[in-house]
């Protein structure tokens, strides 16, 4: 060992050593930026730092012209890589994007606001939806009820159930086409009448109207529990609602704010198309299976029947894992029964480590 290092030393000093020193410039504009804001976290100071400040250090009084090493190195680099706008970048309006597609259409309110709680002729709505939406509420409020006559997309057309045995009360809502908003055309003031029976739940109290009014609890807390719906039903509009109106609302609620099962579904390949694009390595498997109608079956339609996928990371790390694995899976409990499995490792230090994951009908051996 000692005569092969002092073989290493004679030889070492034998090689030649060539001495390189680098000069640093630093450019006019480089003197203007304070040592300071790089080490600030600050959104605008930040983008600061890479505006580019005029010979007096004043950004309103600059010319706006970059050094001519600076613009010698931009061309360059222009050159090297050119960009060429997307044809429909080249008619694209900014101004256009922020400007209301329907201004006159603008002015109207959501859901009217009155001082004593009525309808008033002349009054606008932004929508058919507001307009349905405010009679329900009025009704609910009141504790009477009505009946639709005409429900078209230009007209809204309603009358008190007791119509004709003693209350007058009926309203016509349209459309006006020059003002985008619809109008309250016809009305005849308040109630006169009474509900006949009482009763503890209400005919337009639906769970449309009970998921717009729970939405944002649900939002906050998608575990939120029936009973706790039906108790804010009761605190907001006074009436006990069933609780399957009340469970029904929920998953209303729940569609509305983070998207339907089936939609979920839908999206399914897309969002494994994009895992793959973005990570190519990963592996996909998809199985379907035809789909059908009672005992028919449905042409060009199939639907998914198990999927599986595992990410390269994962896949790589098994050959580092004991020559073990489990499969473990959870049951799927949505509208869409099935079960989630899991191939799980275990490495040298007795880590969990997944594998693979797959969405199958259950735990069964084809599976």
Same mark, same amino acid.
């Given at each position: 060992m000692q005569e092969m290092f002092s073989m290493y030393i004679k030889n070492r000093s034998q090689i030649s050593f060539i001495e390189l020193y680098v000069e640093f410039e630093q450019s006019e504009a480089d003197r203007n930026i304070l040592q300071e804001d790089y080490n600030s976290d600050s959104e605008e100071e930040f983008?600061? /730092?890479? *505006?580019? !400040? +005029?010979?007096? &250090?004043? *950004?309103?009084? +600059?010319? &706006?012209?970059?050094?001519?090493?600076?613009? *010698? !190195?931009? /061309?360059a680099l222009a050159n090297e890589v050119p960009f060429e706008e997307p044809s429909f970048m080249r008619v694209l309006d900014l101004e256009a994007m922020h400007v209301p597609e329907y201004p006159e259409y603008m002015t109207a309110a959501e859901v009217p606001i009155v001082a004593n709680g009525e309808f008033a002729i002349g009054m606008e709505f932004s929508s058919r939806e507001a307009v349905i939406k405010a009679v329900k509420e009025y009704t609910i409020r009141r504790s009477v009820d009505y009946r639709v006559y005409e429900s078209e997309p230009l007209t809204f057309y309603a009358k008190c159930t007791q119509y004709g045995s003693g209350c007058d009360w009926v309203i016509r809502v349209s459309l006006i086409s020059r003002k985008y908003c619809w109008v309250i055309r016809r009305y005849n003031g308040s109630h006169t009448c009474t509900r006949a029976t009482i009763s503890q739940d209400h005919s337009k109290l639906d769970s449309i109207t009970i998921a717009e009014a729970i939405k944002p609890l649900v939002e906050a807390d998608p575990s939120l529990k029936v009973k706790s719906v039906i108790a804010e039903v009761q605190s907001k509009f006074n009436y006990t609602v069933s609780y399957q109106k009340a469970w029904l609302a929920k998953q209303r609620a729940v569609e509305k704010i983070f998207g339907g099962w089936k939609a #979920?579904? *839908?999206?399914?390949?897309?969002?494994?198309?994009?895992?793959?694009?973005?990570?190519? #390595?990963?592996?996909?498997?998809?199985?379907?299976?035809?789909?059908?109608? &009672?005992? /028919?079956?449905? &042409?060009?339609?199939?639907?998914?029947?198990?999927?599986?996928? #595992?990410?390269?990371?994962?896949?790589?790390?098994?050959?580092?894992?004991?020559?073990? !694995?489990?499969?473990d899976g959870t049951h799927l409990y949505g509208k869409y029964k099935g079960c989630l499995l899991v191939a799980v490792s275990q490495d040298g230090n007795n880590n969990i480590v997944p594998i693979a994951f797959a969405i199958v009908e259950g735990e069964t051996s084809d599976a």
């Open positions: 983008e600061s /730092n890479y *505006e580019f !400040v +005029g010979p007096y &250090g004043d *950004e309103d009084q +600059g010319d &706006g012209t970059m050094a001519p090493d600076v613009t *010698e !190195v931009a /061309n #979920s579904y *839908e999206a399914l390949p897309i969002w494994f198309e994009a895992m793959c694009h973005k990570e190519p #390595s990963a592996v996909v498997h998809f199985e379907t299976m035809p789909a059908y109608q &009672g005992d /028919n079956l449905v &042409g060009d339609i199939r639907v998914l029947h198990r999927v599986f996928w #595992s990410y390269y990371p994962c896949i790589r790390a098994f050959r580092h894992c004991k020559p073990i !694995v489990q499969v």
